[in-house]
Structure formats: structure tokens, C-alpha cells
């Protein structure tokens, strides 16, 4: 097992959301977090985990323009040194009938170039041992209707974390977390949020944030972890 504490993880779309909670709910000290629109967040966000004793570095980047990534990695090097997780999490999650698809190219920049970019940049910092460590989607399996883009994107990203892990194994672990419903997207009425989870889930609730954290936790910690897809869904029907 290796320990949290001291590592360098490096969290994209970390602001808001999913990111939050996972920056706020892992154990390590020392946060590079990613942002595009959510400057405000991000400071907040900063300033509470500087407030728990903890350092985190904050930088603006839209992955629609791929070169700002390089900057991005360029940023970690020079506040930190090294990285030792990366964890894939900014996405576009936009409902797109097929047929009224005018950009066919950001989602898939998003949601599949920029993590793969972000793997290949974090690869210069990365030393033996480091993971990667992709958020996936069920989309990727059972695709969502009116979201073909992002389904796509999704089922693609989870076939790069194989390809991944085989182009960097020994060294560098690579790993995919499959999520269920766990926040519903802005805008998303709750009771049809809640009508869904009972409908189509197991557990007849939706994840929540700390479980997501919780699977993270083991998938960084525990080094036996390669090329797997850990799917945390609450069972779904
Ligand atoms: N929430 C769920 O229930 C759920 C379920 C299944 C899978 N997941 C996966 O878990 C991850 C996190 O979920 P989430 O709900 O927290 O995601 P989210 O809110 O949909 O997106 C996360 C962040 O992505 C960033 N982003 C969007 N467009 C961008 C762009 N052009 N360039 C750079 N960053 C951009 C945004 O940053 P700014 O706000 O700074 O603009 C946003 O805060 C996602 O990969 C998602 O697919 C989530």
C-alpha cells in the first residue's frame, strides 16, 4: 500500500462538484487543481484546503484549446517538481440530440484528447509508482440518449485506460472509475433525479461524493490496481 499523504495529485475540472469533494476528501497536502470557468470556486477551494492545513495550486485552462494543457503540466513542474497522481475528471456533459450536433470536435477535446494529452504531459513528471486514474461514465456502456458525444467520448476514454495501461505498465499504473448517478447535472430537476435512481438502481439512491472518494482512495493506494474499470454504480438495472 502506499500512503496518500505526501502525494502530488493533480485533479482536472477540480473546482466544482466531483472535484471538490475529492480534493477536499483525500488525505494528500499538496493539490494541483484544474479549472476553465470556475475561477471563483477555484479560490474558495484553495483557500479551504489551505485552511486544513493542506497546499493547493490552482490554474485555468479550456481543453478545447489542447495546447493549453502543456502550460497546465508546465505549472505543476515548476510549483511541485514531480506528480504522482493524475485523475482525469473535467468533462462536457451537454445533451445533444444527434441530429442538432453543430460541434462535433469539443466534447470529444474535453472528454477524450484532454485526458489522453494530460497522461502524455504527466508522463515527464511521473516517477515509479505514479497512477493515472480516468473518471468514466456508465454512458461509456449503456449509452445515454440525446448525449451520443459525450457516450462516445466516454466508452473511448475507457479504452484508452487499457491502452494506457499497456503502453505505460511497469512503471505507471493506469486505472478507470465507472460511475453511476451520483450528482445530478446543473439544471437537473431533483425529483427526476430521484425517480431515476429508484427506478433503475439497486441500491435505490444515487452515490454519493465521499463514496466516489472513498473507491478513488483504494484505486491510488492500493499498487496491485492495473488496466481495471472499477465501477461504482449501486448496482444498475
Ligand atoms: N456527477 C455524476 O453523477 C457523474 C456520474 C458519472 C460520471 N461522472 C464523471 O465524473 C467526473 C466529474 O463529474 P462532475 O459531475 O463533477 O463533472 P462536471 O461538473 O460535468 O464537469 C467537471 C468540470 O469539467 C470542467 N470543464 C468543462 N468544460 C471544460 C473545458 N472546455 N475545459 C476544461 N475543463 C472543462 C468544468 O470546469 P469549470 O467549472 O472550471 O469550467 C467542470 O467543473 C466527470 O468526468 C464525469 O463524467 C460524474
Redesign the pocket.
Same mark, same amino acid.
Given at each position: 500500500m502506499i500512503s496518500l499523504k505526501d502525494k502530488v495529485i493533480l485533479i482536472?475540472?477540480g473546482?466544482?462538484?466531483?472535484?471538490r469533494a475529492i480534493s477536499l476528501g483525500l488525505p494528500s497536502k499538496k493539490f494541483i487543481l484544474?479549472?476553465?470557468? #470556475?475561477k471563483r470556486?477555484?479560490v474558495a477551494l484553495q483557500k479551504e484546503i489551505q485552511r486544513n492545513g493542506g497546499c493547493a495550486e490552482i490554474f485555468q485552462?479550456?481543453? /478545447?484549446d489542447l495546447s493549453s494543457i502543456k502550460s497546465l503540466f508546465d505549472f505543476t513542474k515548476k510549483k511541485f517538481g514531480r506528480l504522482d497522481v493524475l485523475i482525469?475528471?473535467?468533462?462536457?456533459?451537454e445533451n445533444q440530440p444527434f441530429e442538432s450536433i453543430t460541434d462535433f470536435e #469539443?466534447t470529444l477535446r474535453?472528454n477524450l484528447l484532454?485526458p489522453l494529452m494530460c497522461a502524455h504531459q504527466a508522463l515527464k513528471l511521473m516517477s515509479n509508482g505514479s497512477t493515472i486514474i480516468n473518471?468514466?461514465?456508465?454512458s461509456a456502456i449503456h449509452p445515454f440518449r440525446n448525449y451520443p458525444l459525450h457516450s462516445i467520448s /466516454?466508452a473511448a476514454l475507457l479504452h484508452s485506460t487499457q491502452v494506457l495501461a499497456l503502453e505505460l505498465a511497469p512503471k505507471i499504473r493506469v486505472n478507470s472509475l465507472l460511475?453511476?448517478?451520483?450528482?445530478? #447535472?446543473e439544471g437537473f430537476p431533483k425529483k427526476e433525479f430521484d425517480e431515476i435512481c429508484n427506478k433503475r438502481i439497486l441500491l435505490k439512491r444515487?452515490g454519493k461524493p465521499e463514496e466516489v472518494t472513498h473507491a478513488l482512495s483504494f484505486l491510488i493506494e492500493n499498487e496491485y490496481m492495473n488496466a481495471s474499470v472499477l465501477t461504482l454504480d449501486g448496482g444498475r438495472v
Amino acid at each position: 500500500m502506499i500512503s496518500l499523504k505526501d502525494k502530488v495529485i493533480l485533479i482536472t475540472g477540480g473546482a466544482r462538484r466531483l472535484g471538490r469533494a475529492i480534493s477536499l476528501g483525500l488525505p494528500s497536502k499538496k493539490f494541483i487543481l484544474h479549472y476553465n470557468q #470556475s475561477k471563483r470556486s477555484a479560490v474558495a477551494l484553495q483557500k479551504e484546503i489551505q485552511r486544513n492545513g493542506g497546499c493547493a495550486e490552482i490554474f485555468q485552462a479550456d481543453f /478545447k484549446d489542447l495546447s493549453s494543457i502543456k502550460s497546465l503540466f508546465d505549472f505543476t513542474k515548476k510549483k511541485f517538481g514531480r506528480l504522482d497522481v493524475l485523475i482525469n475528471s473535467a468533462c462536457i456533459f451537454e445533451n445533444q440530440p444527434f441530429e442538432s450536433i453543430t460541434d462535433f470536435e #469539443s466534447t470529444l477535446r474535453v472528454n477524450l484528447l484532454a485526458p489522453l494529452m494530460c497522461a502524455h504531459q504527466a508522463l515527464k513528471l511521473m516517477s515509479n509508482g505514479s497512477t493515472i486514474i480516468n473518471l468514466c461514465d456508465i454512458s461509456a456502456i449503456h449509452p445515454f440518449r440525446n448525449y451520443p458525444l459525450h457516450s462516445i467520448s /466516454k466508452a473511448a476514454l475507457l479504452h484508452s485506460t487499457q491502452v494506457l495501461a499497456l503502453e505505460l505498465a511497469p512503471k505507471i499504473r493506469v486505472n478507470s472509475l465507472l460511475l453511476g448517478m451520483i450528482l445530478p #447535472s446543473e439544471g437537473f430537476p431533483k425529483k427526476e433525479f430521484d425517480e431515476i435512481c429508484n427506478k433503475r438502481i439497486l441500491l435505490k439512491r444515487a452515490g454519493k461524493p465521499e463514496e466516489v472518494t472513498h473507491a478513488l482512495s483504494f484505486l491510488i493506494e492500493n499498487e496491485y490496481m492495473n488496466a481495471s474499470v472499477l465501477t461504482l454504480d449501486g448496482g444498475r438495472v
